[in-house]
């Protein structure tokens, strides 16, 4: 039993000995069932939040108004909630109001059948009163209940049943599925982070593909990036893009990037192509369809998008450089040494060496470049892609030269010339600075 097992137990106990009914419920029961190590335990209690309170005295009524109490057990936090019934949801998300009930009535005010299974923590006896355990057997997703009232009691159910059916691999079953569909809307009414959030998940999973598709057929993606659906339909010159238009180039990408990809990569992944709607053009002189400049439109669309998702400024720098960046891979057979070693030190490099293989991969399968690339690390890999400034700034003072903006230019030279090879200490570089650079300067 690992550590938060015995933690989430001996909360369990201490609500069981005090008379308290109390079970295992949710994710951590649906995992287990499924043979995954549950990342987190909730428990669900007949006790009520000051009962709660009362047993764990340094507890955190978080959500008391919804009967629900954040403890602490040895390093790690619970949810403890009570059995209830939820009245109406006028918000589109919380209930107004609350009512303590029992086990079979709080399973019942649950999103979906899998998530709606409880277990005695000392019999390890699984108690279901949805029909979870057959939706887990045959991988089924269903809404507990009526599809639509469960979708309009909390829109933000929408996003969570495209990630359960991503993360678990399950079917949505029909009825579900169409009130996916009629409700899409209601999305609009949660906020850009919660979206976001859950949107990240479903590109990290394995199946993010199959993710991506179903929240585009389901119209939720107008509430994400609507931008996605000028994709479909785009057309891409068929002799670089057998594959098809650009949103199945995209969605292929996403099937074959590796397993574990960052938030960066995943939502560059889906962004890199973003411009090309807006950039295409045909000329019937060449029968040719051509996107001039959609990297650098890309780019710019993305900060957009990223901002009206609320994505941290680390991530959408690193998406831009990305998406802005995409396109040069085709030149770096024919960079000087020095600007293949500054495009190899970028943060990114890593991240859009895995874009440019996906890329790659989903349409003309040429991988010269990655792998002159990867030839070119091993070359390098005896010391730093850049190394220690040979020359610095107060070198130029001291030289005779007035501080200012050329500088940055004198420095950017003396950097080139050693990342070529040709300057290799501080005595060189700077006899070489005063023949070549200071007639410029002074």
């Known amino acids: 039993m690992s550590e938060l097992q015995t933690a989430a137990h001996r909360i369990a106990r201490r609500l069981i000995d005090d008379g308290h009914t109390t079970y295992f419920a949710g994710g951590c029961v649906r995992d287990a069932l499924l043979e995954k190590t549950p990342k987190d335990y ?36 619970f949810e403890i909630a009570s059995f209830r019934h939820d009245g109406s949801y006028t918000d589109g998300r919380h209930p107004d109001s609350v009512t303590f009930s029992t086990p079979e009535e709080d399973a019942q005010r649950r999103d979906f059948t899998v998530n709606g299974l409880f277990q005695d923590p000392l019999s390890g006896r699984i108690i279901d009163y949805v029909g979870g355990q057959n939706d887990l057997k ?31 691999n399950f079917e949505i079953e029909p009825s579900t599925w169409q009130a996916i569909h009629d409700h899409a809307e209601l999305l609009g009414q949660i906020s850009k982070e919660r979206i976001r959030e859950e949107f990240v998940r479903i590109l990290l999973a394995p199946s993010r593909a199959r993710g991506f598709e179903l929240l585009t057929q389901s119209g939720l993606m107008h509430h994400i990036i609507p931008e996605v659906y000028d994709l479909i339909g785009c057309e891409q010159p068929p002799q670089w893009h057998p594959e098809g238009d650009v949103y199945q180039h995209t969605r292929i990408m996403l099937d074959m990037l590796k397993q574990e990809p960052s938030e960066a990569l995943a939502l560059a992944v889906v962004l890199h192509d973003i411009g090309k709607p807006a950039t295409y053009s045909y000329d019937p002189a060449e029968d040719r369809i051509r996107f001039n400049g959609h990297d650098r439109v890309g780019a710019e669309m993305s900060e957009s998008i990223l901002r009206r998702l609320k994505c941290s400024n680390q991530t959408i720098e690193a998406v831009q450089a990305m998406v802005a960046n995409h396109m040069n891979f085709m030149n770096v057979q024919k960079m000087r040494t020095a600007k293949v070693k500054r495009f190899m030190a970028r943060t990114t490099f890593e991240d859009e060496m895995e ?48 501080p200012g903006p050329h500088f940055k230019e004198i420095l950017a030279s003396i950097q080139t010339e050693q990342l070529e090879g040709r300057l290799h200490d501080r005595e060189q570089a700077l006899e070489w600075t005063r023949k070549s650079l200071m007639p410029h300067y002074s």
């Open 42 to 77: 909730d428990l669900a209690t007949s006790a009520t939040p000051d009962e709660v309170q009362a047993l764990f005295p340094k507890s955190n009524a978080i959500g008391a108004h919804f009967g629900v109490i954040l403890v602490k057990e040895a390093e790690y936090f």
């Open 355 to 402: 874009l440019h293989r996906v890329d790659c991969a989903s349409s003309n399968g040429l991988t010269d470049n990655y792998d002159f690339l990867r030839l070119k690390e091993e070359e390098f890999a005896a010391e730093p892609l850049i190394p220690t400034p040979l020359v610095t700034g107060k070198d130029l003072i001291d030289l005779g030269l007035t």
């Open 138 to 168: 045959t991988k089924t997703l269903r809404a507990i209940g009526e599809p639509s009232q469960r979708f309009q009691e909390d829109a933000l159910r929408l996003m969570r049943a495209i990630r359960f059916a991503t993360v678990l």
